[in-house]
Every structure is written in C-alpha cells, then in structure tokens.
C-alpha cells in the first residue's frame, strides 16, 4: 500500500482515502508522528480510557474467566518459556 501526497504551504499533508480506509483513520483522530531515518511514521494515538486500574481489572476478569485452581509461579514460567522456545523455532 504506497501512496504519495504533497505538503501544503502550511505543512498539511492528506493521507490517501484507500490508506486511510485500510487503516482505520477516521477525521479528527489524533496520530503520533515519529521521526524514523529520513522521514515519518504516522499512528494512531493511544487515548487513555478514563477508567481506573480496578475498573479495567474487572472488565478483564470479565471477558477471561478461569475456572481452574491458580496457576503457580513456576508453571506460568515453564509456560512463558515454552512460548518462547516455540518461537524460537519458527523463526529458524
């Protein structure tokens, strides 16, 4: 997906309709611009929901029920490594 636009005397830039579409931008939303070698990287700004920590905790335990017995400290960590074994060996 590459385009081009022009920048406006007063540093405007439009992102193509087809760009913005396949991305998801809509007028008005807020887009970080991060410098990256010689040129720019848009994205979408993280806006902070309002909510407090309990709040987001509790929509969580919501949407991820556990019905099983708490796992330990050890299995989440043979876990994590398996993960990252696994990933290891598709990256090979």
Do not use: C, W
């Amino acid at each position: 997906m590459n385009a081009q636009t022009t920048l406006s005397e007063k540093g405007q830039v439009v992102i193509p309709k087809d760009v913005r579409d396949a991305l998801g931008f809509v007028a008005g939303q807020r887009l970080d611009v991060i410098r990256s070698g010689n040129g720019v990287f848009l994205r979408p700004s993280r806006q902070k929901s309002g909510r407090t920590i309990d709040e987001v905790i509790t929509e969580l335990r919501k949407l991820y029920k556990h019905d099983g017995p708490a796992a330990t400290i050890d299995e989440m960590n043979a876990a994590v490594d398996a993960m990252f074994a696994a990933k290891s060996r598709d990256e090979i």
